[in-house]
């Protein structure tokens, strides 16, 4: 089985630009979940896609959205960016057991 | 409500020591428990999950974690440290059904030849 994808594995933008991250799940996975990671806040929750419906979301300013289409495959948008947006941002494939949750190679945003 | 703590962000050990992690969790339900490994620039990788079957659970790389209710921990253990155990490692908690996991800080894990 084919594992998580994340493109573009790096991206360089400037502060008001905006930017989309895709993500495709593990195949028969049917649910996705976005984290950012940040050497000051460490692993934190943005939010999950299950069948195309937002199922759970962390505490994000609104300038971060997603959504999940029908071949499960997600994309996460940020708006106006700001310098404090750097970061690792993770998608993980989720499915099997427990819902076990599979990560992709992540995409490292810089904002400059 | 759910939370986890994984005490010591930084752990050092001599190449062939054993390797302990801990990690301690809280969860109103019973809990599902996950470790998973990072190393730089990479994604996460899952080393093991307890899934109630067995509360001694063996994962990749010769780690394995015991669940005890009692105490609320599911620490992470290796025999004998290898200098490809360097990396970070992140403790995780999810309560069950459709529930967000929530994560640990990460320890760091150093092995020092």
């Known amino acids: 089985k084919a594992g998580v994808t994340q493109t573009p594995r790096y991206l360089i933008k400037t502060r008001g630009q905006q930017v989309t991250l895709s993500c495709s799940p593990i195949?028969?996975?049917?649910?996705v979940s976005w984290y950012q990671q940040t050497p000051g806040q460490g692993l934190q929750f943005l939010f999950e896609?299950?069948?195309?419906?937002?199922?759970n979301k962390g505490n994000f300013p609104g300038r971060f959205s997603g959504r999940q289409f029908s071949n499960s495959r997600s994309e996460m948008n940020v708006s106006t960016l700001e310098l404090g947006d750097s970061a690792l941002y993770l998608c993980?494939?989720?499915?099997?057991?427990?819902?076990?949750?599979?990560f992709g190679p992540g995409t490292r945003l810089l904002v400059l | 409500a759910q939370s986890v703590t994984q005490l010591g962000s930084h752990v050092s050990v001599s190449e062939g020591a054993l390797v302990l992690l801990r990690c301690n969790y809280s969860?109103?339900?019973?809990?599902?428990l996950f470790w998973y490994v990072q190393y730089p620039n990479q994604g996460l990788q899952l080393l093991l999950k307890?899934?109630?079957?067995?509360?001694l659970v063996k994962g990749i790389n010769g780690f394995e974690a015991e669940f005890k209710k009692s105490e609320t921990s599911f620490h992470l253990t290796k025999p004998s440290a290898h200098m490809s155990d360097a990396a970070e490692y992140f403790c995780?908690?999810?309560?069950?059904?459709?529930?967000?996991?929530?994560f640990g800080t990460g320890t760091k894990l150093q092995v020092i030849p």
């Open positions: 993980a494939s989720v499915g099997g057991e427990q819902e076990t949750q599979y």
């Open positions: 195949s028969g996975h049917r649910s």
């Open positions: 896609y299950f069948s195309e419906t937002q199922r």
């Open positions: 969860s109103s339900v019973p809990p599902y």
């Open positions: 307890y899934t109630s079957a067995a509360t």
């Open positions: 995780a908690v999810k309560a069950g059904g459709y529930q967000k996991v929530t």
